[in-house]
């Protein structure tokens, strides 16, 4: 994508803004914005994926001459609102937000946009309202290939037969809807048609809660042998609950996103397939679109960033470009 120079637009009162406006390209207009600051609205830093995103955001937003700010809103509606009045009330230049689901975003997107403030959706989307851009992952072919890499896995154990476990991120977003739907197709695709053995939506997205939906998973379906985790720290405790009982090389662990941890694990086979979203890489998107848009241009008002199906098999191959792209050169 090829960026522009930018140009500051000066206004010595209100009215001359209003004529900037009048005289603009349409739309949301970012000649009313008050600062050069670009805010970054996230469900929550704790999360490795949203604070890769937020970094991809920043080295775009500050490499173009704006300052960042990244406001975290703990997976909380209300939070998020906030969080968002408070930038708009400072005149920011832009916000990229990732919603805490896709309900949540209108809200969000009305108040900017009745404050002439360009919004980019960078991930989850939003059931509707007007924005300069979406920058999305391929959900749902990401996880068709999670869904076959996991059926090849489990027939060459020969336990095809076995039931398989979801733990969701919420169902709520446009995004976890699309995981369970490619997941489910890519796993019978992959000759693998089996009961499953339960599907629990994430809340916390913590470690402490996924070993809770797994222990439970566990005792209700002592036949699984497969179990998908939608997001990536939450893994870890899945891999917890197995251990805990007893159960380590009897089930087959799939996953999304990735962390750190991940590499060690996929290459001893204790997650067998992990559907990486490349989210520094969708945060670079994400803050690109916005200069575009702030440039005077118009960016595609759909990006879609492919994600990497990373295998106990290819983790070496792709191990370079997971370094750079997910886990925003954090890994040695």
């Excluded at 969701?168 to 695709?189: E, H, M, P, W």
Aim: glycine share 10%; net charge negative; proline share 4%.
């Amino acid at each position: 994508m090829e960026r522009r120079g930018f140009t500051r637009i000066l206004a010595g009162t209100a009215l001359a803004v209003a004529l900037g406006v009048a005289a603009g390209l349409g739309g949301v207009q970012p000649a009313q914005a008050q600062s050069k600051e670009i805010v970054y609205l996230t469900p929550g830093l704790d999360l490795p994926f949203w604070r890769y995103l937020s970094k991809g955001v920043e080295a775009v937003a500050t490499e173009q001459g704006y300052s960042y700010q990244a406001l975290d809103s703990h997976n909380s509606a209300q939070t998020q609102l906030q969080n968002a009045q408070d930038a708009i009330a400072r005149g920011v230049a832009g916000i990229v937000i990732s919603p805490t689901d896709s309900s949540t975003a209108p809200s969000v997107l009305t108040l900017a946009e009745k404050a002439g403030i360009p919004v980019v959706v960078a991930d989850i989307g939003t059931n509707s309202g007007e924005y300069v851009s979406f920058i999305i992952s391929d959900n749902y072919e990401g996880a068709y290939g999670v869904g076959e890499a996991l059926a090849a896995a489990l027939k060459e154990k020969g336990w095809e037969d076995g039931s398989v476990g979801l733990i969701t991120i919420s169902q709520a977003r446009k995004n976890g809807q699309a995981r369970t739907k490619g997941f489910r197709d890519g796993l019978k695709a992959g000759g693998v048609d089996t009961k499953e053995a339960g599907l629990q939506q994430m809340q916390s997205y913590t470690a402490e809660e996924t070993f809770k939906f797994t222990q439970d998973m566990l005792v209700a379906n002592p036949d699984m042998r497969g179990l998908f985790v939608q997001t990536d720290q939450p893994t870890i405790g899945a891999l917890r609950a197995i251990k805990a009982a007893r159960r380590s090389g009897e089930l087959l662990v799939a996953a999304f996103d990735g962390i750190p941890d991940f590499v060690e694990l996929l290459k001893n086979e204790e997650i067998v397939a992990s559907g990486m979203q490349q989210p520094y890489l969708m945060g670079v998107r994400s803050a690109e679109a916005m200069m575009e848009h702030l440039n005077g241009g118009t960016p595609d008002k759909e990006i879609v960033v492919p994600i990497l199906v990373v295998t106990s098999k290819n983790i070496e191959e792709l191990l370079p470009t997971v370094k750079e792209t997910v886990f925003a050169n954090e890994m040695e």
